[in-house]
């Protein structure tokens, strides 16, 4: 191997280990499997049709982000160091995109989420150690009591 592919190689490896450090607490919406996402949180009709569309939603964005980073690292000149340079800030660029794509997407779901189900999601963000989205959950007609009316 030489020496400028164990450069790109370690670059590479320091930049999905930072990804990979967040402390955002996702819910990952379009990662995780919808099926468990829906009854971990007992998502009601509404929110699991929604889920269906968030999770397509992420899915296109990131095939069309994973195609840029396959014509960056394809395309981009990797012979100086100079160049490896540029490539790194490329691709941080597009991971970052994928990033802020997540937070955008799970923050959407995150809003359907009535008290209770955003409640266990903090809760299980707590345990993991990751700062929770901080969203308004939404109050349903149908989860309200008669007697709290």
Request: glycine share 2%; charged share 25%.
């Amino acid at each position: 191997m030489t020496k400028i592919s164990s450069i790109v190689l370690l670059v590479l490896s320091f930049m999905v280990t930072n990804v990979m450090a967040q402390a955002d607490c996702i819910l990952g919406v379009g990662v995780t499997n919808d099926t468990v996402i829906s009854e971990v949180f007992q998502l009601n009709t509404f929110q699991r049709e929604k889920l269906v569309n968030f999770s397509s939603e992420v899915k296109y964005r990131n095939e069309l982000l994973n195609n840029e980073l396959d014509n960056v690292m394809n395309r981009h000149p990797q012979s100086t160091v100079a160049e490896l340079g540029q490539l790194a800030d490329k691709y941080k660029r597009v991971m970052d995109s994928m990033e802020r794509v997540q937070s955008m997407i799970d923050k959407r779901m995150l809003t359907l989420f009535n008290p209770k189900q955003y409640e266990l999601y903090r809760s299980l963000c707590k345990e993991a150690s990751r700062s929770p989205f901080i969203v308004t959950p939404t109050i349903y007609a149908d989860s309200i009591n008669t007697e709290n009316r």
